[in-house]
């Protein structure tokens, strides 16, 4: 059986244990942080209605000392409703917009996740600790990934095959 044949140059022929490793773009490894992250925050909140007496305060009108009523929900959908949509945003944003709202929005991100821990009891606090490690940890994953965004540099074969209408800049502009 053959197999396959990689496009390196005959100078460099590839191992059989060697992998072949492609660059992913910046804004596919953003949106499936953002989907993690995403399946973390749900999950979160789903496994607390595991907690004894949770269900029970739901169902009295009260999530974590909140009152549960029509602002209530609207914070938490919003709260909700921005990690989604940045799943889209950064799969389709320009880059230049794309970095900007990666930054601002990981970085809000970081304190509303800490706070699902504020006045929990320490019987959960693996489950709070592993759970807001794991979303900090993906946050400081988008926001490595955004501020380290590739630069593209200026040469007439990047001009002639540019696809992206952000402007080009000089390394030292960068």
């Given at each position: 059986m053959r197999t396959p044949q990689s496009h390196t140059p005959l100078e460099n022929p590839p191992s059989?244990?060697?992998?072949?490793?492609?660059r992913m773009p910046v804004q596919a490894k953003l949106a499936a942080a953002w989907t993690s992250f995403m399946f973390l925050y749900i999950y979160v909140d789903y496994l607390a209605l595991y907690k004894p007496g949770f269900v029970?305060?739901?169902?009295?009108?009260?999530?974590h000392e909140f009152d549960i009523g029509p602002t209530f929900?609207?914070?938490?959908?919003?709260?909700?409703?921005?990690?989604?949509?940045?799943?889209?945003?950064?799969a389709t944003?320009?880059?230049r917009v794309n970095r900007t709202?990666?930054?601002?929005?990981?970085t809000l991100y970081i304190p509303v996740s800490m706070f699902n821990a504020v006045g929990e009891s320490w019987t959960y606090f693996y489950f709070y600790g592993l759970s807001i490690g794991l979303e900090v940890l993906l946050l400081a994953f988008i926001l490595r990934s955004a501020?380290?965004?590739?630069?593209?540099i200026a040469s007439p074969a990047t001009?002639?095959?540019s696809l992206d209408s952000e402007p080009l800049r000089r390394p030292q502009q960068a």
């Open positions: 059989q244990s060697t992998l072949e490793d492609l029970d305060d739901i169902l009295a009108g009260i999530v929900v609207a914070i938490a959908l919003t709260l909700m409703a921005i990690p989604i949509l940045m799943i889209l945003l950064s944003l320009p880059a709202i990666n930054l601002v929005v990981a501020w380290t965004w590739p630069r593209r001009l002639a095959a």
